[in-house]
């Protein structure tokens, strides 16, 4: 098999998705699976539908294309704020968009016209982390405008949380999302003249179809996994949006693995190109000598001031190098743009061995949009009966 390489199992992702999809529907909320991380990758979508999600989102309308154009056929949403440059790509990739500004949606709902359709809006209202989201004080103004706009349906309202800030949410941020979603349910339900803008969620008041409380740094406050106990109502909310936790199986703010989950569904494999030992500390034109018998693969502990070390064919323009484990007895001595130097205790490795690295989610992202980094998919029929994890 090629190297660089990265190794995806989609039955791994697949129980991922279930575990969460079972643990969330209690509370009547549907998981929206969000393949940005891993660019859209038609394989993984699937594993993540098969799992149970109800359909896919993804920050970029490239993304959404591929998904499209591989024959997958379940709602597509663009969560992040469209371009304006990128309108009529996105009415005819997707289903829905998230939005935070008037400006793009009257662009957007000129483009479905023209094109015959309607496109679902999904308002996305700042909740405390800075990044986008149409203030909690401005949302009424421009819910009440959108609903004038012939060519898009507004459809939801969306939190976001933790991403540019570490704000998890908590539950007087989830109330007070509560309330807004409660507000624009009112007023769509005003406009259409009846009570309800048919939200399936069996709860005091009227809310609009999607009320999408937030991506994998909400799960914990909603669900208890074994260990974790939910700690806030979920009230209005009936969906989330979950790339991370499924994917590899941790908290994003913490890093703290979900238990029940499996956190290694992604292995990033390099090769060696290159096995010395080599001084610490490079002190001038003379080296240390080294014979045949003192190499490495030879068993010699290097001495002093020596470490034995391989190189392997990876660099910063494959992956976010700070974010991969090592196999353990290995280090991390630096990298630059095609070259990765890892210290080792073992006497073992040669050139040309394989190296598995376990991917961070900047790592993942980084390596699953390299060009040169083979994408290798397996398990794609699990038996997931047999599963079971420590
Ligand atoms: C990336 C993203 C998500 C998914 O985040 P995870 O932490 O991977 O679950 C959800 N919503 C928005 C708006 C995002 O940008």
């Keep these: ?16 998705t ?66 304006p440059s ?23 709902a000129q483009s479905a016209r023209q094109a015959g359709r309607v496109h679902d809006i999904v308002l996305m209202v700042e909740m405390g982390d800075l990044r986008e989201g149409i203030m909690p004080g401005d949302l009424q103004q421009i819910v009440r405008e959108v609903m004038t706009i012939s060519g898009v349906q507004l459809k939801g309202i969306a939190a976001n949380f933790a991403c540019l800030n570490a704000t998890g949410p908590d539950a007087a941020a989830m109330a007070m999302f509560s309330e807004l979603a409660r ?10 003249g009846r009570n309800s803008s048919g939200t399936s969620k069996d709860v005091a008041g009227i ?22 106990a939910a700690q806030i109502q979920p009230e209005a909310v009936n969906d989330l949006r979950l790339g991370e936790a499924i994917l590899l199986g941790v908290q994003p703010l913490t890093g703290a693995a979900i238990k029940g989950l499996f956190t290694d569904a992604f292995t990033l494999v390099a090769e060696i190109i290159e ?68 210290e080792s205790d073992s006497k073992t490795l040669v050139v040309g061995a394989e190296i598995p690295l376990r991917p961070n989610y900047s790592a993942l992202m980084r390596a699953m949009a390299a060009g040169q980094i ?16 420590s």
């Design 86 to 108: 990128e309108v009529s790509r996105v009415i005819q990739a997707c289903d829905t968009s998230y939005n935070t500004e008037l400006d793009t949606i009257y662009l957007l």
């Design 275 to 342: 096995h010395k030992v080599k001084p610490i500390i490079w002190t001038g034109p003379v080296m240390p000598r080294i014979t045949a018998q003192d190499r490495p693969d030879n068993g010699v502990i290097p001495g002093a001031g020596q470490r034995r070390q391989s190189i392997l064919a990876l660099g910063y323009q494959d992956t976010d190098i700070r974010g991969l484990t090592l196999p353990s007895g290995n280090r991390l001595v630096g990298a630059t743009s095609d070259h990765l130097v890892m």
């Design 18 to 83: 279930r575990q969460v999809v079972q643990q969330l529907k209690p509370y009547g909320i549907g998981v929206t699976a969000v393949t940005k991380a891993v660019c859209g990758h038609p394989d993984i979508a699937r594993a993540m539908l098969d799992g149970g999600a109800v359909g896919l989102a993804d920050a970029r309308i490239e993304n959404l294309e591929r998904l499209k154009h591989a024959g997958i056929s379940c709602p597509l949403t663009l969560i992040r704020t469209p371009m």
């Design 374 to 389: 083979h994408k290798v998919t397996k398990n794609r029929k699990p038996d997931v009966a047999k599963f079971h994890y």
């Design 1 to 16: 098999m090629r190297t660089p390489r990265i190794e995806v199992d989609l039955g791994k992702i697949l129980y991922n």
């Design 183 to 192: 507000h624009m349910g009112q007023d769509l339900a005003q406009n259409r």
């Design 207 to 228: 809310f609009p179809e999607i009320v999408s409380g937030g991506n994998s740094t909400s799960l914990p406050g909603f669900v208890s996994f074994p260990c974790e």
